[in-house]
């Protein structure tokens, strides 16, 4: 019964004030007091931050896909548009250098990216039938959307 009212309390205290029991936690695994830790609340936590990374590393992948749009959409090219193309590509490769494992998971994730990329790129010039405009697929390599130095030629 004990143990029951304990896992109770770790978890009242959980949703009390996250600050407090984080910082408790921490406490109690650096002094290797393993009774004193919310396994289940832990676990969900670290689950919760390597969502975190991975939508991250997503909504990244899916700003530079609709930056590189602009390549079927005439005039639309800037020096922001450069430099947002930068600064995505640049905190990717922030992302990925924390968690290298997640640079795997940017071919996985770009079927959906490039979906949730012509939708948004779409509603920036007001197209009804982005169909129309952007590829059916993503025209680009893994290594194209990753790379620094690559800015797709305008199409005719």
Known sequence: MSKIV??????????????????????????????????????EEIEGLARSDWRELRSRVVQILVHLQSQFQPGRRSRSWEATLALQRTEIEAVVRDSP???????????????????????????????????????????????????PAPSK
């Open 6 to 43: 304990e896992a109770n309390d770790k978890t009242a205290r959980y949703d009390a004030d996250f600050y407090e029991w984080a910082k408790e936690q921490a406490a109690a695994l650096r002094a290797r007091h393993f009774e004193l830790l919310d396994f289940e609340n832990l676990a």
């Open 101 to 151: 494992s997640l640079r795997r998971e940017v071919a996985e994730l770009i079927d959906d990216a490039y979906a949730s990329a012509r939708r948004i790129a779409a509603k920036e010039i007001r197209l009804e039938q982005w169909s129309e405009r952007f590829p059916p697929t993503c025209p680009w390599s893994v290594e194209q959307i990753l790379d620094a130095d690559f800015y």
